[in-house]
């Protein structure tokens, strides 16, 4: 069974950096395609960024310059620096694993329950 288990979100302050972490479990992790997607109050779902299984990422244009996503095989682990946030970035933070030949801007794929991050002077 799939398990994907995020951490590291809190509350700072714009300008500041954080760093998401997203803990798998119950499949091959260092073969599969990863994703980061949230949800900010009141809206839809939103892809954020993906990397592969050999480390090439992808990250949406909202982002892009002041996120990178990394993953450790290692660790089971799939990680998202989070740099310069602003008040646009509050939203719970999602990661997904992404099946084989799935898109990696998809954002119904399963995923864990999420941690919040608010950016809020």
Do not use: H
């Not at 982002?63 to 682990?77: E, H, L, P, Y």
């Amino acid at each position: 069974e799939v398990e994907l288990v995020e951490s590291g979100g809190a509350l700072v302050q714009p300008g500041e950096s954080l760093t998401l972490s997203c803990a798998a479990s119950g499949f091959t992790f260092n073969t599969s395609a990863m994703s980061w997607i949230r949800q900010a109050p009141g809206k839809g779902l939103e892809w954020v960024s993906a990397i592969n299984p050999i480390g090439i990422t992808y990250v949406a244009e909202s982002v892009k310059g002041r996120f990178t996503i990394s993953r450790d095989n290692a660790k089971n682990t799939v990680y998202l620096q989070m740099n310069s946030l602003k008040t646009d970035d509050t939203a719970v933070y999602y990661c997904s694993r992404i099946p084989p030949g799935g898109s990696a801007t998809f954002t119904g794929y399963s995923r864990g329950q999420g941690t919040p991050v608010t950016i809020s002077s």
